[in-house]
């Protein structure tokens, strides 16, 4: 059973950086594209940033440039590097996996999600 699990959320104010991290378990992990979301108060859960087997990423047009997705396949995490940030970046994030393998960034189709960790951004 595939578990992940978010952590790295908090309070902090705009210009500030937070790095999420996501450890996955469950299954091999090098296969499949790892994608973070969020979740703004009020609003649908929206796409960040997506990074694949072979390590090429996908990004929101919100946050390129900003922020950051990496993975270790030999930790088995994920991470969400987040610089600049921003009151509107305010949401409940959340880490996702990929219900196949060795796909595009942009293709996956997540089937795991994490609890979610929760950022804020005070202006």
């Known amino acids: 059973q595939v578990q992940l699990v978010e952590s790295g959320g908090g309070l902090v104010q705009a210009g500030g950086s937070l790095r999420l991290s996501c450890a996955a378990s469950?299954?091999?992990?090098?296969?499949?594209?790892m994608g973070w979301f969020r979740q703004p108060p009020g609003k649908e859960r929206e796409f960040v940033a997506a990074?694949?087997?072979?390590?090429?990423?996908d990004y929101a047009d919100s946050v390129k440039g900003r922020f950051t997705i990496s993975r270790d396949n030999f930790k088995k995490t994920v991470y969400l590097q987040m610089n600049s940030l921003k009151p509107e970046d305010t949401a409940v994030y959340y880490c996702?996996?990929?219900?196949?393998?060795?796909?595009?960034?942009?293709?996956?189709?997540?089937?795991?999600w994490g609890q979610g960790t929760q950022v804020t951004v005070s202006s």
């Open positions: 996702a996996q990929d219900a196949g393998t060795w796909r595009g960034p942009e293709s996956a189709e997540y089937a795991y």
């Open positions: 469950g299954r091999s992990f090098n296969k499949y594209t």
């Open positions: 990074v694949n087997w072979s390590g090429s990423t």
